[in-house]
């Protein structure tokens, strides 16, 4: 799992305040279908899909998190460092959000991410806005 063990070396990078950009963003934005972002533009599966690029595996050169749910192998169960694909505002929204599973419990699923609390961390999500869990495509 190189991919999480990249992820995991990102810890604590986060957004900048107004008028100034983290150039690590920028550099994982630099990965995906737009360019020239800051990182005051949603950058979680910019974040994923940089993590897999560190570690020599296709991401989904897409900014949009529900990207993730196209991509790899569906896992019936998480497993340690799998993509986990979250709906928000509302699941039948585009809009979503992307991480990598670390545990969960009834109640909450805990992610290891970027642009979570504005910055790459761990963070809790209700279980109910699980979409689907992802590994990555076979070598």
Same mark, same amino acid.
């Given at each position: 799992?190189?991919?999480?063990?990249?992820?995991?070396?990102? @810890? !604590?990078? +986060?957004?900048?305040? +107004? #008028?100034?950009?983290?150039?690590?963003?920028?550099?994982?934005?630099?990965?995906?279908?737009?360019?020239?972002? @800051?990182?005051?533009?949603?950058?979680?599966?910019?974040?994923?899909?940089?993590?897999?690029?560190? +570690?020599?595996?296709?991401?989904?050169?897409?900014?949009?998190?529900?990207?993730?749910?196209?991509?790899?192998?569906?896992?019936?169960?998480?497993?340690? #460092?799998?993509?986990?694909?979250?709906?928000?505002?509302?699941?039948?929204?585009?809009?979503?959000?992307? #991480?990598?599973?670390?545990?969960?419990?009834?109640?909450?699923?805990?992610?290891? !991410?970027?642009?979570?609390?504005?910055?790459?961390?761990?963070?809790?999500?209700?279980? !109910?806005?699980?979409?689907?869990?992802?590994?990555?495509?076979?070598?």
């Amino acid at each position: 799992m190189d991919w999480f063990s990249v992820a995991l070396k990102e @810890d !604590g990078v +986060a957004s900048r305040p +107004a #008028g100034e950009s983290h150039p690590r963003i920028e550099e994982y934005h630099r990965t995906v279908n737009e360019k020239g972002w @800051d990182d005051k533009v949603p950058w979680c599966s910019s974040f994923l899909n940089w993590c897999m690029l560190q +570690a020599g595996l296709p991401g989904t050169n897409s900014a949009l998190a529900r990207s993730w749910l196209d991509w790899g192998v569906p896992l019936a169960t998480p497993r340690t #460092g799998c993509v986990v694909v979250l709906w928000r505002e509302d699941p039948a929204s585009p809009k979503g959000h992307a #991480g990598f599973f670390l545990h969960q419990d009834a109640e909450l699923v805990y992610l290891w !991410g970027g642009n979570q609390l504005g910055r790459v961390c761990v963070n809790s999500y209700p279980v !109910g806005m699980i979409l689907g869990y992802r590994w990555p495509p076979e070598r």
